[in-house]
């Protein structure tokens, strides 16, 4: 490869054209062994540097598309590598940009994770169990997901939360549709303590005072 130009298009990225024609942005941040100031117009790199320039092409391709994901709400890891897979990226090229946008703060698990848990408490109420199986689900660790409930968990409590579920289940079933256990089986689906939905369906038949029945 035989650089025919370069053009500095912003802080630590350039635009490289090479004498067979193709262009290509890299970032320096993506070089591994080649020295940016070494890349200039009449440069000559072959076999392991030539591959270099193109893995980090590759590299500043992923971080763009990833980019663009990012302009338009949080993401998370493992749904930017399948999405960026799914684009035609290489696993390589979409590590090196993941890594880098985690660097500057761009792209972080524990930022989509607040994001989830809140845009999730808008429309349903779940229990911490359910909650942790949903981010694990989409591949959050165990450390960050758990480090996201504990904050939203101090804002919204389980027995708030499991309330306005219960609430919500005997108004769609109906007072007396289901027995006691049934109702506190689909609490407990919803990620509940057997022991919270039971003292929370007791609690919403004693302040409705309507007389609907709890027990089978």
């Known amino acids: 490869m035989v650089i025919a130009s370069i053009e500095k298009v912003s802080l630590g990225c350039m635009k490289i054209t090479t004498d067979a024609g193709p262009s290509f942005f890299i970032r320096d941040h993506y070089l ?4 940016p100031q070494l890349i200039v117009r009449g440069a000559v790199f072959a076999d392991a540097a030539e591959q270099e320039l193109i ?8 971080e763009v598309k990833a980019t663009e994901y990012l302009s338009r709400a949080e993401q998370c890891r493992a749904a930017l590598v399948r999405k960026l897979t799914a684009k035609g990226c290489t696993r390589g090229a979409i590590d090196a940009a993941l890594d880098y946008l985690e660097q500057t703060g761009a792209l972080s698990d524990a930022r989509f994770s607040e994001a989830w848990l809140h845009a999730r408490n808008n429309g349903r109420a779940e229990g911490r169990s359910r909650l942790l199986r949903e981010l694990l689900v989409r591949g959050i660790d165990r450390v960050t997901a758990d480090a996201a409930l504990d904050g939203f968990c101090a804002e919204h409590s389980e027995a708030e939360r499991c309330l306005r579920a219960g609430k919500k289940l005997l108004r769609s079933t109906r007072a007396g549709t289901y027995g006691v256990e049934k109702k ?8 509940f ?6 003292q929370t369906l007791g609690s919403i038949a004693s302040d409705c005072g309507d007389g609907t029945p709890l027990t089978d």
């Open 32 to 35: 591994k062994t080649i020295q």
């Open 55 to 62: 893995d980090a092409g590759f590299a500043f391709s992923a």
């Open 184 to 191: 506190i089986a689909q609490l407990v689906r919803l990620g």
């Open 193 to 198: 303590s057997y022991k919270l939905a039971e």
